[in-house]
């Protein structure tokens, strides 16, 4: 009963009508095969047809004729490149490349440039291959990925048979583009891969950013050729010379190199000793060392240099007995002690507060007729001042002068601190009346010192002299000048100057400055001025500025416009 209900509800399948069914013929995949066999021989007769109307030296009017309804793929312009990738058919491949361009208005993927840039350089079409170089440079500039060009490079240098002067041209081309920092990136990629550039190539990159003003950038290059141990032509020390002159160091360390060697030494050694004597300064002590081995083995630097060079790279770890034992074995391997090796001891022990030791050291290459440097002296006065012995500092300052040289702004702002400090504001000033005659060139941080140390004895005239004679120079009235000037002239109760010259300031509306409408509303208050304390306080709020009532009288915070709530009257 319940078969006979399924089989009423659900009717048995019946199979068609033999003339109703539907067979696939048995061929079938056969036949498919045959016709992906057969669009691959047409493809590679056409690829064949292209390849031998560009041998035959077709032009590109005939070639438009016989391939008028041919559509070019990338894959099909790969193939027709590579079947031209002998340096025989090279110019041809280059001619299939702008007809496809021009002519049939197909756009090159970047994989095709680099096909056929391969092939070019190895068919010693190299002009051709660097125009190519130069387009797709172009054309990939605004890309995220700065490695595309080169990776591409790689991917097709085995198919194409590529030479490696490939990748030289394509760094070439970074540096004749102004692309500087893609170009040395690549250039490290590259050799990560296995593809050493060469010297011609750096010295083209060098040369360039050199031109460029970029010389931190040369300078990175020029250490990293030394690790790759691609040693330095006459054309490179060059360029490395001309990168020192424009950063007004050449003079500093042929005279360093002077007195560290005893003569003169070559353009090539001043180079070197130069690149260590940066990676030094920038802690790099390691590295400056595995650079200086090579540089030995090489005969790149002297033993004097390279002594001096150890002796500092101890001395700036702060290993000074290591530095004196190094010293010793100088001296006994029969090289003289200079002045460089010297200003580095002075240093340090200025640095850990030995300055009595520091002064010993100086008296001492004064005995051993050591002639010690603008470094040597602006050491000692910067050390002496700050452990108090401004006497002292003032005198080394003197003597620095009847030497015919100057302090940095550094050394001598250090000193006038100190004396400002000590209430001795008229001899800093005077020892810079002094150094102005010898052409010392002062900075913002100098006059706003004297004029701090002026304020203290309630000097007012001399505040404001020493804001004209700064404007008389044509120096920059920053906001840490005006900001010293302003206070100063307050604290000497110059309240109408103070006011007036606190509108000079470029930004009166930076947050900053909201210190100085509290001091002048503090000083008018002092004074018993409440009208004008309301109306700098009405033109602080004009712009912006918040003003903090901490340290102020209840008297002033009870009649200042504004809820009381805002106001910090924490401090009567």
Not at 141 to 165: H, M, Q, R, T, W
Not at 236 to 247: A, V
Not at 335 to 361: D, M, P, Q, W
Request: hydrophobic share 40%; net charge positive; proline share 3%.
């Amino acid at each position: 009963m319940l078969r006979r209900l399924v089989s009423s509800r659900f009717p048995a399948f019946r199979q068609p009508p033999s003339h109703l069914s539907i067979r696939l013929p048995r061929d079938a995949p056969r036949r498919a095969h045959a016709n992906a066999e057969a669009a691959a021989n047409n493809a590679d007769a056409v690829v064949v047809a292209l390849s031998n109307s560009l041998r035959r030296g077709w032009s590109w009017d005939a070639l438009n004729r016989k391939f008028e309804h041919l559509a070019l793929d990338d894959a099909l312009v790969e193939r027709v490149l590579l079947e031209l990738k002998e340096p025989a058919d090279a110019r041809c491949a280059l001619g299939f490349f702008h007809w496809s361009a021009k002519e049939r208005r197909f756009e090159h993927a970047i994989r095709s440039y680099c096909v056929a840039i391969n092939i070019l350089v190895r068919g010693q079409l190299v002009r051709d291959a660097k125009a190519l170089i130069e387009s797709v440079l172009k054309r990939r500039a605004g890309e995220s990925s700065k490695l595309s060009v080169a990776d591409s490079l790689l991917d097709c240098y085995k198919i194409a048979f590529g030479n490696p002067l490939v990748f030289d041209l394509l760094v070439q081309g970074y540096a004749k583009l102004r692309m500087f920092e893609v170009g040395f990136d690549v250039c490290c990629y590259l050799e990560e891969r296995g593809f050493s550039l060469s010297l011609a190539t750096f010295n083209t990159l060098i040369n360039v950013i050199q031109k460029s003003d970029r010389n931190p950038l040369v300078w990175r290059i020029y250490e990293h050729m030394m690790k790759r141990r691609t040693y330095p032509s006459e054309a490179t020390t060059r360029i490395m010379i001309d990168s020192l002159c424009k950063e007004g160091k050449l003079q500093m360390f042929v005279d360093m190199l002077d007195r560290i060697h005893g003569k003169r030494c070559a353009p090539s050694v001043i180079v070197n000793a130069s690149l260590l004597h940066r990676i030094l300064e920038e802690g790099r002590i390691d590295d400056a060392m595995v650079l200086l081995k090579r540089m030995l083995q090489k005969n790149m630097v002297f033993d004097t240099i390279a002594y001096s060079m150890i002796i500092y790279s101890k001395v700036m770890v702060g290993d000074i007995d290591s530095a004196w034992k190094v010293h010793e074995e100088m001296l006994k391997r029969g090289f003289n002690e200079n002045s460089f090796v010297h200003t580095k001891f002075i240093g340090a022990y200025c640095r850990t507060g030995r300055v009595e030791e520091a002064k010993n050291l100086m008296e001492d290459m004064g005995n051993k007729g050591l002639k010690p440097f603008a470094e040597t002296y602006d050491l000692l006065i910067e050390g002496l001042a700050k452990s108090g012995r401004v006497d002292e500092s003032l005198s080394c300052c003197k003597k620095m002068l009847d030497m015919g040289l100057s302090p940095t702004c550094f050394a001598f702002n250090e000193m006038v601190a100190k004396l400002c400090e000590m209430g001795n504001v008229k001899q800093a000033d005077e020892m810079l009346t002094l150094l102005l005659d010898n052409g010392f060139s002062p900075d913002e941080a100098t006059y706003s010192l004297l004029i701090s140390g002026y304020a203290r004895e309630g000097h007012g005239d001399e505040v404001l002299k020493l804001y004209y004679e700064m404007k008389h120079r044509g120096l920059p009235c920053g906001s840490m000048f005006f900001t010293s000037l302003v206070s100063s002239l307050c604290r000497c109760g110059k309240l109408s100057e103070a006011e007036k010259y606190l509108r000079h300031m470029d930004s009166p509306s930076l947050p900053e400055n909201a210190n100085l409408y509290k001091v002048l509303i503090t000083s008018y208050l002092e004074r018993g001025d409440r009208g004008k304390c309301l109306q700098i306080y009405n033109e602080m709020e004009s712009k912006g500025l918040k003003l903090s009532l901490l340290g102020i009288s209840n008297e002033l915070a009870q009649f200042l416009p504004g809820p009381k709530e805002s106001v910090n009257i924490d401090i009567c």
